[in-house]
């Protein structure tokens, strides 16, 4: 018997390829990066640290760079730093990620939730009038949800928001500039109207450390405070270690939310790609934009602001689905089926059963029509304008719309 059949037989399938909506672009320089610190001598917070948080904060113009685990982590600190607690009052846009709302949640203090653009997802200065008018308190601190890679516009909301203390989710939105003039913009946790900015280095975000976040301000004592929460709340006496080199104290209540050399590494090496990563992915966007606009009236791009030259995290088609007369989750499954991955950001955090639970149901409009219309199409810098291409053909058979290309 000859050879010939059992190869045929069992000759290995092409794997077809795979677009997921957001992923890690990682070279052999990151790599390297990685095996220099495995080398090494630290693992754990060590000199990648110190030299991340420097590029970091000159990458986005700020005085302090504090990098934590992740960005959940930076959230909490920024509250913690600024003394947010039980009593206290944290105004948060809905339509964000879960950590958000529950890291105001985790200080104790309680949320109360803002609407949102129903064409942008940002909660501009119109909602946080409404919202400060229809509470019945003062909020001891509100927070900016930076969506998409747009960020919603400070100025604005800092007038708005006057002497409360004003904080910025930048989870999305690395590379941003907020414009102010057709002469002036500002990066992005530069904390230029914010007290702090929070960012995160997941795996799907503009740079990507594995897990990792970065807190951004200007006040130096604050800074020190987010350092001093993310390592236990433990500190030396540099006059006790003379006598005993074993000694540490511990004032105040932290956490164990510091990152790692490695990771800082990984993050230091993908921090130095960020200019092209952001021009890549600002590239594809508008790619998408272009094509989707030809898909007729019930589809289009997440509207963009002019207060905002935005570093793209998210590719976001508005999509009127009952008016396609198809299923939100009938078509994500036609597309995986194609190669094709998509996502939903986000559910309105004020819609969790957890929430509900503890604020009663309530609707917000402009959250709860954003959501109801979005999907996240792939989009990291990798790809190419042919698969920003594919991915909208595809959608347009599976909607059934005419694609006038």
């Not at 948080?53 to 934590?68: I, N, T, Y």
């Not at 791009?301 to 689905?321: M, R």
């Amino acid at each position: 018997m000859g050879g010939g059949s059992f190869i045929t037989n069992h000759r290995k399938k092409a794997k077809k390829r795979f677009l997921p909506y957001g992923r890690q672009t990682i070279d052999e320089a990151d790599i390297s990066a990685v095996v220099d610190v495995l080398r090494g001598d630290w693992l754990t917070t060590g000199p990648s640290v110190n030299s991340f948080e420097k590029a970091f904060s000159d990458a986005v113009g700020s005085e302090h760079a504090v990098a934590c685990s992740s960005g959940t982590a930076g959230l909490h600190l920024m509250l913690m730093g600024l003394g947010v607690g039980p009593g206290d009052w944290v105004i948060v846009p809905s339509l964000t990620f879960l950590a958000t709302a529950n890291a105001v949640r985790y200080t104790g203090a309680e949320v109360y939730f803002a609407d949102v653009n129903p064409e942008t997802g940002l909660m501009n200065s119109e909602q946080l009038s409404y919202a400060l008018a229809k509470s019945n308190f003062k909020p001891k601190a509100i927070i900016a949800v930076h969506l998409n890679g747009q960020c919603a516009s400070m100025r604005n909301l800092k007038e708005c928001a006057g002497d409360i203390i004003l904080l910025e989710d930048a989870c999305h939105a690395l590379g941003s500039l907020e414009i102010l003039s057709p002469e002036k913009s500002v990066k992005t946790g530069s904390c230029y109207y914010s007290h702090a900015a929070a960012f995160s280095s997941h795996a799907v975000k503009t740079i990507a450390s594995g897990e990792g976040g970065v807190v951004t301000t200007n006040d130096y004592k604050l800074a020190e405070k987010f350092r001093l929460y993310r390592n236990h709340g433990m500190v030396r006496d540099n006059d006790e270690l003379a006598s005993n080199p074993w000694h540490y104290e511990m004032h105040s209540l932290g956490f164990n939310y510091r990152l790692t050399d490695i990771q800082c590494a990984l993050g230091l090496s993908q921090l130095s790609k960020l200019e092209r990563f952001v021009k890549n992915r600002e590239k594809l966007r508008e790619r998408y934009s272009t094509r989707l606009r030809k898909l007729g009236s019930h589809v289009k791009p997440v509207e963009t602001i002019s207060t905002c030259n935005p570093a793209w995290h998210l590719a976001v088609a508005l999509i009127d689905f009952e008016k396609l007369g198809v299923q939100r989750v009938d078509v994500m499954r036609r597309l995986s089926d194609l190669g094709v991955g998509t996502q939903v950001h986000y559910i309105p955090v004020h819609k969790q059963p957890y929430y509900q639970m503890r604020y009663g149901k309530f609707t917000l409009s402009g959250c709860e029509a954003y959501y109801s219309r979005c999907l996240s199409l792939p989009l990291w810098p990798d790809m190419t304008l042919e698969d920003v291409d594919f991915v909208v053909e595809k959608l347009a058979d599976i909607l059934g719309v005419e694609q006038n290309f």
